[in-house]
DNA sequence: GGGTCGCGGACAGATTCGGTCCGCGATGAG
DNA sequence: CTCATCGCGGACCGAATCTGTCCGCGACCC
């Protein structure tokens, strides 16, 4: 019968939105004997999920952790928390997380309720972000794209290449891949009939996935480096030199995040070598850092902080 | 048979994994005749999980968006990601999210295998903090705190007062409000008997939470206002008044975050009250803005500034 | 010691399940 | 246009399973 199995999946749920059951309670919240629920327990045990049980007053049945994950059963409002944090996470805060929480994005966007989805859209705008060398990335495109790879998909979408130029194109999307703060897809393009790179965050608003494709042979193994190599070329807008007073282990632990080397040059001094689109973004991570620095160029990042210095004085006086 | 139920979850995540699966596909893998997979479907969208069908070559099944947001089956990487988002959102970049979030990190970290959970505490470790208005709430404690007032579970910590000496308490928790970028667990404290608000920042780590309780009425029909009005009193270490030239619309948009409040001057300047614990957080957030500002007091505050001006010129000059 | 609560064997009848067979209709490629 | 592909679902039947009932056991806590 559907019961059983839709019983056990209310099971599952109702046993991860409170620790502890009672054996009567299940019964009753399910409209079954108490027998009936042991054994609903029993079964989900043989289908690996960890239940404890304790016995004597006050016990009750406890889901545990176990060797696999039980698929999650959110609320609403879970969901929504859900879906901004791994929109977070996908821009990157945590290096070596974000092809993951793209991945996961996708299966949660799939099933989202639309009444849930323009929440999260609507609370996406306010998030908070940081420096911000990385250009926005639509995390909502990211997931279409994502999906448009897993699915094998061709993808449609507004590109505009770093001249401004917008064109319209029509790829077979293979990987999403994601390097020093950029995402990157590569594809194959259908009207040029090459393989092309592209940067995810000029891809226009709302590309749109269509019929699917038989995949093509990989143009190389290493599709990191592959990519990598293809965009070796791509240019930031500035490129700084500076040299930070302080220990190159320490910089670089300040400075997780930023697209850039450091090289050490002595016990109490490193240079770094950073790459950013904007001038504001530049200056604060290196004024956030906290420690004196020296601005080797751009010329514009100098003349930056010089103005960002003169401002800031300005504020102090009375 | 719990086979017929484990089909079923087996079906719902496949379906989640890749977006079409031909029903020959889903036969092979799940080891039944079409004919069952068909009942299969059948029963999904009997249980409310819309599966659309397309039929023709290259058709298949495919989940989509319902009414209800089916459990969500995760794989591993994907499962640390959307606990270091949801650590992320608790944590509070996103307004009006963070008991959702705290809740679903609940849920997921007390099925979250212990391999996993590793991963996310050393991930956790490396999280860029933007400002940090906010003290570094632990993400792990406020789950478990979660989970005990959701159990109804006696909680031990140890807490450090406002003037630093630690006591180990030993408490009934009824709720954890989130206000003005701080966490508070409003609880009942057993040695003292009487209701108390807790800083969560100032609760040590690892707290533990034993035997369950009955709850008591609480003290107050509207938890937020009472927990609000307890900590009316708490102070920041610095307070912040500072005009600056933007209308209070545009401030207040990137100030987001900023515990403080925002008056209107004009419609071209405003005056913001701002508090925190850090000179470099404030001077950060108003920095940030980009627009002209003038601080009115703390004293500590303009002399900050004063040193972060001369540092900036220094580090331009050459 | 007694009450509470989880455990699980046994049994019987009702229900359901899955395989097989088959014809229908929609879709898209040649 | 035609054909192959693929989803749809009715019918049938024997086997498998599920549920409720009854019951005794053991653990735990007051």
Redesign the pocket.
């Known amino acids: 019968?559907?019961?059983?199995?839709a019983?056990l999946l209310k099971v599952l749920s109702l046993l991860q939105s409170r620790r502890f059951?009672?054996?009567?309670d299940l019964a009753r919240e399910l409209?079954?004997?108490?027998?009936?629920v042991?054994?609903?327990?029993?079964?989900l045990r043989s289908l690996g999920y960890p239940v404890h049980?304790?016995?004597?007053?006050?016990?009750?049945?406890q889901l545990g952790a176990g060797k696999e994950l039980p698929p999650l059963p959110l609320e609403d409002e879970e969901a929504v928390a859900v879906a901004v944090g791994l929109r977070v996470a996908a821009s990157g805060p945590v290096k070596g997380l974000e092809e993951a929480a793209v991945r996961a994005l996708g299966k949660l966007e799939q099933v989202l309720p639309k009444r849930l989805r323009r929440r999260v859209n609507a609370l996406q705008a306010v998030s908070v972000r940081i420096g911000d060398t990385a250009p926005r990335v639509d995390a909502e495109a990211l997931a279409v794209i994502a999906n448009a790879c897993r699915d094998e998909e061709v993808l449609r979408f507004d590109y505009s290449s770093r001249e401004g130029t917008a064109s319209a194109r029509s790829v077979e999307p293979y990987r999403l891949v994601h390097t020093s703060y950029r995402w990157y897809l590569l594809a194959y393009d259908l009207d040029r009939e090459a393989w092309r790179t592209f940067r995810v965050d000029r891809i226009g608003p709302g590309p749109r996935s269509g019929?699917s494709f038989k995949p093509r042979p990989l143009p190389s193994e290493d599709v990191a480096a592959y990519v990598s190599q293809a965009v070796s070329t791509e240019a930031y807008r500035f490129r700084a030199r500076v040299t930070v007073q302080a220990p190159a282990s320490v910089v670089s632990e300040r400075l997780s995040g930023v697209a850039g080397r450091i090289e050490e040059l002595d016990a109490e001094r490193c240079l770094v070598h950073a790459g950013g689109d904007s001038l504001e973004a530049l200056a604060f991570y290196f004024a956030w850092l906290g420690f004196e620095f020296e601005v080797h160029e751009p010329r514009e990042l100098i003349e930056h902080l010089l103005r960002l210095s003169e401002r800031l004085a300005r504020a102090a006086q009375r």
Chains 1, 2 share one sequence.
């Not at 304790?54 to 016990?59: D, S």
């Open positions: 019968m559907v019961q059983t199995s019983r059951w009672a054996g009567g409209g079954v004997t108490e027998r009936s042991r054994r609903d327990v029993d079964r049980a304790a016995g004597g007053v006050g016990g009750g049945y019929r």
